[in-house]
């Protein structure tokens, strides 16, 4: 579905930016993609956030919508053709935005902490990690996605960090196959949704990223 | 089918209509069990009862009595993950996280919306509930859980987000607009601390947010929230008792 007036404000490495994007591509719908820079923010993302001041904003015909979550349901509403992202049942909604608040508050900083950390400080860091994630894969239990049978809205919030996996086990010397494989096993299968592949950027790339932003903030 | 989404006339707008009302696909709610795990105090329990008080839902609030040492065996069995309250047990069913329990009750019980049909006001409704969920509490906290500068500093922090909320109800009755809605709900139960950040931060919210000040006169008028919110006094009074219980005075 062609739409002429959706424009995305975002970061390519932004986990959050991935999700909105993840979320226009299962509904087809077609956007411009800007991208932003952190150390100097555009007119636009200034006017378009002002509260915030941060990626991703979705601007549909004009108006602005903030907050990835947020940006996800609205998706959903706004094409509120299949495939729905959100469960129709009351409870199973309350369920997945549960668990999209819960991967709101937790998992960004457990990422974060254990490749800028080091020492005996990323030793703890990579025990929350852990924990942090089995807690993700009780939830995911034998379920092919988060949703049950169909790729939905848990699914698009956590996947994005993902493609931080390779810097995480890189730099913190752990395995997260071994630690969570139905986690990886489930990684796997939604890489296998053109909406998830062409939305996350290669973890090779996110590792560079990683790379040069310990460098410009002197955590190496 | 449930969605019966249509364009209005309108370019780009578009209404939500009987999501949630005519479905066999699951059990509208009559005869239910509504409790509430609560806690006098809690802003955020708060909005789950003036939320059920606004749908007419009868329920049951059980005080978790001592959440600093003694959590109830149904608290944690219920919210394992966060261990918090409010905790919403509808038939027995948990629901945890006061913003998502107020949405929940919403579409749940549907008649008299919180929130608005049009899409993009909904996601501006949801908005301002995760700015409010992010940031007034903590900001709050900052300022009585701190002495000398650091509080000085804190109550700065908290009177730029009574600004940010100022400029968001701009000089409607409410935030959603008419009607007292969910971004209401969602803030009030907040006001019943007001008075103990004033007294502690030695300022008025009523300088620096008069019409936040007259929003909050105009809730108190409405029945939901009256019977819900605790007495500032009480709360403030909570509050010395808790810093000098932290060690801070």
């Known amino acids: 579905m062609a739409e002429t007036n959706v424009i995305v404000l975002d970061l390519w490495a932004s986990s959050y930016g991935m999700r909105v994007k993840i979320a226009l591509a299962e509904k087809g719908i077609s956007y411009e993609c800007r991208q932003e820079d952190f150390e100097a923010k555009s007119s636009l993302l200034l006017e378009m956030n002002p509260v915030h001041k941060m990626i991703p904003v979705l601007i549909h015909n004009g108006k602005p919508i903030c907050e990835s979550l947020n940006i996800v349901q609205y998706i959903d509403e706004a094409w509120n053709h299949k495939p729905s992202l959100l469960p129709y049942d009351p409870y199973k909604r309350s369920q997945a935005r549960f668990w999209g608040d819960y991967i709101d508050k937790n998992v960004y900083n457990a990422v974060k902490r254990v490749w800028t950390g080091k020492g005996e400080e990323q030793e703890e860091c990579k025990k929350q990690f852990i924990e942090c994630w089995k807690i993700l894969e009780d939830e995911l239990g034998d379920k092919p996605y988060f949703g049950g049978e169909e790729f939905g809205y848990v699914d698009v919030a956590l996947v994005p960090f993902t493609s931080w996996f390779y810097t995480v086990e890189t730099n913190g010397k752990l395995s997260i196959e071994e630690e969570c494989p139905k986690i990886v096993d489930w990684v796997k299968r939604c890489m296998l949704k053109e909406s998830v592949a062409k939305s996350l950027p290669h973890p090779r790339q996110i590792y560079a990223f990683a790379l040069q932003y310990k460098q410009r903030h002197g955590l190496e | ?249």
């Not at chain 2, 998502?100 to 929130?115: C, F």
């Open chain 2, 1 to 249: 089918m449930l969605t019966e989404c249509f364009l209005s006339p309108i370019k780009g707008t578009v209404f939500l209509q009987n999501w949630f009302c005519f479905s066999s696909e699951f059990s509208i709610p009559s005869g239910d069990k509504v409790e509430v795990l609560d806690f006098w105090a809690s802003p955020f329990c708060a909005r789950v009862k003036i939320a059920l008080e606004e749908k007419g839902v009868k329920h049951v609030d059980r005080e978790e009595h001592d959440l600093f040492g003694g959590k109830s065996e149904l608290l944690l069995k219920s919210n394992p993950i966060h261990q918090k309250v409010p905790v919403l047990l509808h038939n027995d069913r948990p629901l945890a996280e006061s913003a998502i329990i107020v949405s929940y009750i919403d579409e749940a019980w549907p008649s008299n919306p919180l929130l608005p049909a049009i899409v993009y006001d909904r996601a501006q409704a949801r908005f301002w509930a995760d700015y409010i969920d992010k940031k007034v509490f903590e900001a709050g906290r900052n300022i009585w859980a701190s002495n000398g500068e650091e509080r000085e500093v804190a109550t700065r922090d908290f009177i730029e987000v009574l600004k940010h909320l100022e400029e968001a109800l701009g000089d409607k009755d409410y935030f959603g607009g008419d009607a007292f809605g969910y971004v209401d709900i969602i803030a009030i139960p907040h006001s019943a601390w007001f008075l103990a950040y004033e007294k502690l931060g030695a300022f008025k919210v009523e300088d620096h947010a008069p019409k936040i000040s007259a929003w909050i006169k105009k809730c108190l008028q409405r029945e939901s929230v009256a019977k819900v919110l605790p007495d500032p006094e009480k709360v403030y009074q909570f509050v010395l008792y808790f810093r000098k219980m932290s060690g801070l005075d």
